[in-house]
């Protein structure tokens, strides 16, 4: 089963960029649909963006033309460009695999998740 690592969250200015990043081992995210999620405390993981098994992209609504989901399998790392943030995308971002790559925003997809990294985005 693979491992994910995550790491690039840092404190940014609203209207601000950030690129956060997945590094997978153990296996190839080849194997996977790859998908990032966020959770604020107390509250239910958000499905933010994922490919599908075709490697077509869901992306969610609150996210769409502002992040873009990327990968490449030769460094075997997942990556989430985030772009024009606002203060409501504040959230612990995972990274996390999916086996059977159905309804791939919803996280009960999933099988192996990050630890997660922090996204503060201030105004």
């Known amino acids: 089963q693979v491992q994910l690592a995550e790491s690039g969250g840092d404190s940014v200015q609203a209207g601000g960029s950030l690129r956060v990043s997945c590094a997978a081992s153990g296996d190839t995210i080849r194997r996977y649909c790859m998908g990032w999620f966020r959770q604020l405390s107390g509250q239910e993981r958000e499905g933010v963006a994922a490919?599908?098994?075709?490697?077509?992209?869901r992306y969610a609504d609150s996210v769409k033309g502002r992040f873009t989901i990327s990968k490449d399998t030769a460094k075997n790392t997942l990556y989430l460009q985030m772009s024009t943030l606002k203060p409501e995308d504040t959230a612990m971002y995972y990274c996390?695999?999916?086996?059977?790559?159905?309804?791939?925003?919803?996280?009960?997809?999933?099988?192996?998740w990050g630890q997660g990294t922090q996204v503060t985005v201030s105004s």
């Open positions: 490919f599908d098994s075709d490697e077509s992209i």
């Open positions: 996390a695999a999916s086996r059977t790559c159905f309804r791939v925003l919803d996280e009960n997809s999933y099988i192996s």
